[in-house]
């Protein structure tokens, strides 16, 4: 059949279709990541965008074993729809990964998923009405941004320093929903090499937060991709290991332990949420990839999949220690940088004045790709930070990338120190926990990000 040629959609089409758009797509945003994507496929972008494991590293023998074993034994079944909730050899699986973090979990509380980012969608499509409170981190999570504002949340976002959420701000924050007679649907964090902060939530914070859940009966949605990526430092309780299981929902996933492309993950809560949220799937897909759930639980029996975590630990611990020299090396004295125990991202700083959208537009003509600090908030902050990858691209583009980056922040400080005439101010240091201790140096470095401005949310949330 001839094929129709590609249009680009023109303001007609649009109006022929605008009328039968839902409410919500008109809060609906797309991830700063993803609009990256198309731009960062180009062979000749060096991308420090993406959250991309390497999954050149995956044995193709390995890989071709698997398959083969699947194709003389298990064929009939792997083309087959599956259960909502997932295989029982997958759960087998999650439970052993969930083991090694720490946690202990009950394969009957386990709903395996299209991804993590199906956990976010599902927990947002369960709880949240139009209008309803997230709380999260400042900055959180990119991804999430366009699944809360597909379903009309009102997402407060809590500040971080070098020891995650801020628990006093959340406090506060806790106490003005009181007194505006609204509660919080979830609270949405990830506690171990943040993403995009690549900052981990101290002890006593995780303590504190449960603490809070439990008192005031609040969920959490504790999103852990990353935590048996450390490449320093001791391993710290999960959230749902000191809750116990009440009150925090856990999302988990294959793709920075196995790989992404084969798109599961999972989610354990409790019971009653875990039940709405199959519902919710079974509205969505029916069933994960029943395909990839059995190359999961073959490549679990045949090999152990601690081998590969740990190899590519070195490699990505490896990557960060190649960025963190070429960021002091090519950076501004006055930017600052987190330093991650884990994790696939480090979060950089540029002094007040500089824009780090505009400064992409500037770095795609050189070829170099990273996300913008405003795509990981909802509120139109994080205008001077940037997101910047090591675990996807070698050691030699990591420091030809952010050589040019260097080269693009140090041409707009001129351009700025010229308009502006003057040194520019460096932005204070954050307070730590206590306000007394000095940072740790072996802690990420955290600027202080400006308050949240309710009227600037507001604002934005009315222009739709
Ligand atoms: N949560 C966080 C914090 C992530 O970084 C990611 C992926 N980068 C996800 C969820 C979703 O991961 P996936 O759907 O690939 O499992």
């Known amino acids: 059949m001839p094929r129709r040629p590609q249009r680009a959609s023109s303001s007609r089409d649009l109006e022929r279709y605008a009328g039968l758009f839902a409410d919500r797509t008109k809060v609906m945003t797309s991830s700063a990541m993803r609009d990256l994507m198309a731009i960062t496929e180009r062979p000749e972008v060096i991308s420090l965008a993406g959250g991309l494991p390497d999954t050149s590293t995956f044995p193709p023998g390995q890989f071709a074993e698997i398959m083969g074993a699947i194709a003389q034994t298990a064929l009939a079944r792997t083309l087959q729809y599956g259960p909502t909730e997932g295989t029982a050899d997958v759960k087998d699986c999650i439970v052993q990964v969930m083991e090694a973090e720490g946690t202990v979990v009950d394969p009957a509380d386990i709903l395996v998923t299209t991804g993590g ?250 070829n170099v790709a990273f996300v913008p600090g405003r795509g990981a908030f909802l509120d139109g902050r994080g205008g001077t930070s940037m997101r910047l990858n090591f675990s996807g691209v070698g050691d030699d583009d990591i420091r030809e990338g952010i050589r040019r980056i260097g080269e693009v922040v140090s041409e707009q400080l001129d351009l700025l120190r010229a308009l502006t005439g003057g040194p520019l101010a460096t932005e204070a240091r954050p307070p730590t926990e206590a306000g007394t201790r000095e940072p740790d140096p072996a802690l990420a470095d955290v600027l202080e990000l400006p308050r949240r401005d309710a009227g600037d949310q507001a604002a934005r949330r009315d222009r739709g």
């Open 117 to 366: 980012q199906q956990v976010i969608d599902l927990v947002c499509k369960t709880l949240v009405n139009p209008g309803d409170v997230i709380i999260a981190e400042a900055p959180t999570y990119p991804g999430a941004v366009p699944a809360f504002s597909s379903y009309q949340a009102d997402v407060r976002q809590i500040e971080m320093d070098a020891d995650g959420m801020r628990i006093d701000i959340l406090e506060e924050a806790l106490a003005d929903l009181d007194r505006e007679g609204r509660t919080p649907k979830f609270i949405y964090v990830i506690p171990n090499f943040q993403n995009p902060a690549g900052v981990t939530m101290s002890l006593p914070r995780r303590q504190r937060l449960v603490q809070i859940a439990r008192e005031r009966e609040l969920l959490i949605l504790e999103d852990n991709p990353y935590g048996l990526l450390r490449y320093e430092g001791d391993p710290l309780p999960t959230l749902r290991s000191l809750d116990g299981g009440d009150f925090v929902i856990s999302l988990g996933t294959f793709s920075k332990i196995i790989s992404p492309g084969i798109r599961i993950g999972w989610a354990v809560a409790p019971r009653p949420v875990l039940q709405k949220m199959n519902q919710g799937k079974q509205g969505s897909d029916l069933c994960s990839s029943t395909l990839s759930q059995i190359f999961v639980s073959e490549y679990f029996a045949s090999s152990r999949w601690t081998d590969y975590v740990d190899a590519q630990k070195q490699l990505y611990r490896r990557r960060r220690d190649v960025m963190l020299d070429a960021l002091a090396e090519h950076l501004p004295a006055e930017a600052t940088w987190t330093r991650p125990q884990g994790g696939l991202f480090i979060w950089a700083t540029l002094p007040d004045g500089l824009d780090t959208t505009d400064l992409l537009a500037r770095a795609l003509t050189r």
